[in-house]
């Protein structure tokens, strides 16, 4: 029997790439996660049953790169059953701050992961476990240790409370070859600030999944915030 194409996800159209690379179910690199769309929703779970109906709600409204936050005893869960039954979305897991958390978010299915700073031994078991690394960073100690390292893509956490653009204008200078995902602060009104600036490719932030929603099942808001976040696309290099 003939077998039947799969047809394109109806999210994230741009960049191309992305696609035959997810469909290769191959490692994602930092820049891709960064390009898919404007922000990376950080998102909390506490139950295990809101993982699926929130992660359709995401890619209903566009969005597709997620970060499941290891804050809670459910978030591996949570990433296991996105990866098992949500297979056009991208699960990542945030608050990566271990080996054991790296282990971890990769036995639970996660392709990417996002930690609140840096060290090196979690940029290696990163590596090691096949992640794509988003490194968080807030001075130019810490980038140069990432740096170091070879990550050149960084989160910058957190963005507001530790100098949002004008720190980002500043790092333009020495950092000229490297790129950011500021988290922390970031909102739907002043997102376009952030991405405005060249060492900017997306933001993060916990705006797209407001307190209750889950518990509400408000999964039409969700999508709604998530259509919000299209005008704010820049197509950069
Ligand atoms: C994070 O937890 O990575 C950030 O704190 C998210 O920040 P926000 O809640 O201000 O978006």
Redesign the pocket.
């Given at each position: 029997m003939q077998a039947v194409p799969k047809p394109a996800p109806a999210v994230g159209s741009e960049p191309p790439f992305l696609k035959e690379y997810m469909n290769q179910n191959a490692p994602l690199t930092a820049l891709q996660v960064m390009q898919d769309a404007p922000v990376i929703p950080?998102i909390?779970l506490n139950d295990v049953a809101h993982a699926v109906p929130l992660a359709r709600a995401m890619l209903a409204g566009g969005i597709r790169m997620l970060?499941v936050?290891l804050?809670t005893p459910q978030a591996l869960a949570c990433i296991e059953a996105i990866a098992r039954e949500v297979p056009d979305a991208v699960v990542g897991a945030?608050?990566v701050r271990s080996k054991a958390d790296a282990q971890a978010a990769v036995n639970a299915g996660a392709r990417f992961a996002?930690s609140?700073g840096y060290t090196t031994k979690v940029g290696q078991a990163c590596r090691d476990a096949g992640l794509a690394l988003l490194p968080?960073v807030a001075t130019g100690g810490e980038i140069m240790a990432a740096c170091e390292d070879g990550f050149i893509e960084l989160?910058f956490?957190?963005?507001?409370q530790a100098g949002g653009v004008a720190m980002l204008k500043a790092w333009g200078g020495p950092f000229f070859d490297v790129k950011f995902c500021p988290?922390?602060?970031?909102?739907l009104q002043n997102a376009p600030d952030f991405l405005n600036l060249s060492n900017v490719v997306c933001v993060?932030?916990?705006?797209l999944i407001p307190a209750q929603v889950a518990e509400q099942g408000d999964w039409t808001r969700v999508t709604r915030l998530a259509e919000e976040t299209r005008h704010l696309r820049k197509n950069k290099p």
């Open positions: 950080v909390v970060e936050t804050r945030g608050t996002v609140p968080g989160k956490f957190p963005a507001v988290t922390g602060g970031i909102t993060g932030g916990s705006w």
